[in-house]
């Protein structure tokens, strides 16, 4: 499969303070230094904010030198959110599509990863996303890492670390307007269409440890949930 364009979703909902830490890693992933060629294109979707989130997503794509699409919605929940920032980008042509968070850093081969597997014919990628270790206590962490299986072949789903075909997101009909499990929903339903998918623990994000998260439930809930 030859792409000749790539983009980046980045849901973002009063962000301001991490979103710089998190396009900055998106920048090094997406620079020729990381295996990655061709255009890029960054879709940060500010969602019903109140802060400061757009100017700093501004500024942030300014000094990194990024191919920026800021979109504003006030939609109120991250499925609708990331909708509007993948047909954008589907828009400008975008034929493979990286996916995160607004609190995450991704690894530096995080998108020639999903390129990797995109060439070798696959159209959705489901990668590994761990907690901030400086955000949780050491029990806390220990009891996160116990319930969750890092490695190939796992059984999580994170938007935080997604990756799909524009071919796939046309075949499963686009991400839900649901206020949380949107990334699972559509994982769901590439699979159902018959999209070829791995599940890999070699491209691993880092995402905020923060228990209360801007959607009801989703990885900070999990969190939430941990025995004190």
Not at 38 to 60: K, Q
Not at 157 to 174: I, P, T
Not at 183 to 205: I, S, Y
Request: aromatic residues 6%.
């Amino acid at each position: 499969m030859t792409l000749r364009r790539t983009g980046v979703v980045i849901p973002a909902r009063n962000e301001e303070e991490l979103l710089p830490r998190t396009l900055a890693s998106v920048a090094a992933a997406c620079s020729p230094e990381a295996g990655v060629t061709g255009a890029v294109s960054v879709a940060v979707v500010v969602d019903s904010c109140t802060d400061g989130t757009a100017d700093a997503a501004h500024r942030a794509a300014y000094e990194l030198g990024l191919q920026l699409h800021l979109l504003e919605t006030g939609t109120g929940n991250v499925g609708g959110a990331r909708a509007a920032g993948v047909e954008a980008l589907l828009d400008a042509g975008a034929q493979w599509i990286g996916n995160t968070d607004a609190d995450t850093v991704v690894p530096r081969n995080w998108l020639h990863t999903q390129l990797q597997f995109a060439a070798a014919g696959y159209g959705l990628v489901l990668g590994t996303v761990v907690p901030d270790a400086a955000d949780l206590t050491p029990r806390h962490l220990a009891l996160w890492h116990a319930r969750h299986e890092l490695a190939e072949g796992h059984p999580h789903v994170h938007g935080a670390n997604l990756g799909f075909s524009d071919r796939a997101y046309a075949a499963a009909g686009g991400f839900s307007p649901a206020a949380e499990h949107e990334d699972v929903d559509l994982a769901n339903r590439m699979k159902a269409a018959g999209v070829p998918w791995v599940a890999t623990d070699w491209n691993r994000a880092v995402t905020s440890g923060r228990s209360q998260g801007r959607a009801p439930g989703g990885f900070s809930g999990f969190l939430r949930q941990l025995p004190g």
